[in-house]
């Protein structure tokens, strides 16, 4: 229990300094709302799923959490926020680094969740824009700036204060959801068993599949720590690593689920990263790729 504790203050304070940031930011851009800064975004979000993956593929879960809270208040597009999911590695990297892994193998498989993050990223746009443009008979240049409605869910009244005070308000408001989730989290892995999750992957090599790919959605460091671990023991081949790896966001999804109010599209979210991971762990075990 101690543990379990004490791991769910690592995992806080590991996101803290990106969510301070990343609150700071968008409540600048919410307190400078001329229409040149609102451009500027609007022009450079077509490459946001390139920029994006790159960024979620450094190792940590830091850049998950501050997309979904840049696409809660839409100044990202969807395809940026799952390029980014995708790509996130969360503990992939330092735990094959305590292993000593060579570095070729951790390049490919770092290679092969940026690329899928980055194609996925822009298919995702591309057809959101087809579609938008069918329903208004015109070409969508994006959603408009709504970060305010963060600072209403969380009732902080941003405009009585400073950015400075008001972004730290929603900093403490977010990592105490997730400190509190995340213990939650710390005591079923302690209480399941990490014995028992690798026999249901492990027992059946396909549905083993569909099992890494659940586990992955665990919004909990436990579970890309055990995926990794069994990859590097031989447990489990490349396709299921990959799978399980590229729907764990880390806590992104926790916080999407926390910031943004429409629990619809939050869902549609996390279903469409699931099925991405299967579409390309299936891909990868059938062409038998390995790592």
């Known amino acids: 229990m101690l543990d379990a504790l004490l791991d769910a203050v690592l995992d806080s304070l590991k996101i803290l300094p990106f969510l301070f940031i990343t609150y700071l930011v968008m409540e600048y851009l919410e307190s400078h709302t001329e229409d040149r800064v609102r451009n500027l975004v609007k022009r450079a979000g077509w490459m946001g799923p390139f920029w994006g993956s790159l960024l979620g593929a450094v190792p940590q879960c830091g850049f998950s959490a501050a997309a979904s809270n840049l696409y809660a208040g839409r100044a990202i597009s969807l395809g940026t926020l799952i390029a980014i999911f995708l790509s996130t590695s969360d503990e992939m990297v330092p735990i094959m680094i305590s292993e000593a892994v060579p570095l070729s193998r951790m390049i490919k498989l770092l290679l092969a969740k940026l690329i899928i993050g980055i194609i ?18 015109q070409p969508e240049d994006g959603e408009d700036f709504q970060i305010e409605r963060l600072c209403e869910k969380e009732h902080c009244h941003c405009e009585n204060g400073s950015i400075m005070i008001s972004a730290l308000k929603h900093t403490l408001h977010i990592i105490l959801f997730v400190f509190l989730i995340t213990i939650f989290l710390n005591i079923a892995f302690l209480f399941l068993g990490e014995e028992r999750l690798a026999s249901l992957i ?15 959605l665990i919004p909990n460091c436990g579970a890309s720590v055990l995926l990794t671990q069994m990859y590097l023991h031989n447990v489990l081949p490349a396709s299921h690593l990959i799978a399980g790896l590229l729907d764990g966001a880390g ?15 939050n869902i549609l ?15 990868i075990h059938f062409l038998g790729i390995s790592f």
């Open 202 to 216: 492990s027992v059946r090599p396909f549905l083993g599949l569909f099992v890494s790919a659940l586990v992955g």
């Open 120 to 137: 996925c990223g822009f298919v995702i746009d591309g057809f959101c824009h087809i579609r938008n443009s069918r329903r208004t008979g």
């Open 251 to 265: 806590v992104g999804l926790l916080i999407l689920f926390r910031v943004n109010p429409n629990q619809k599209e």
């Open 269 to 283: 979210i996390m279903l469409l990263l699931y099925l991405l991971a299967l579409v390309f762990g299936m891909l």
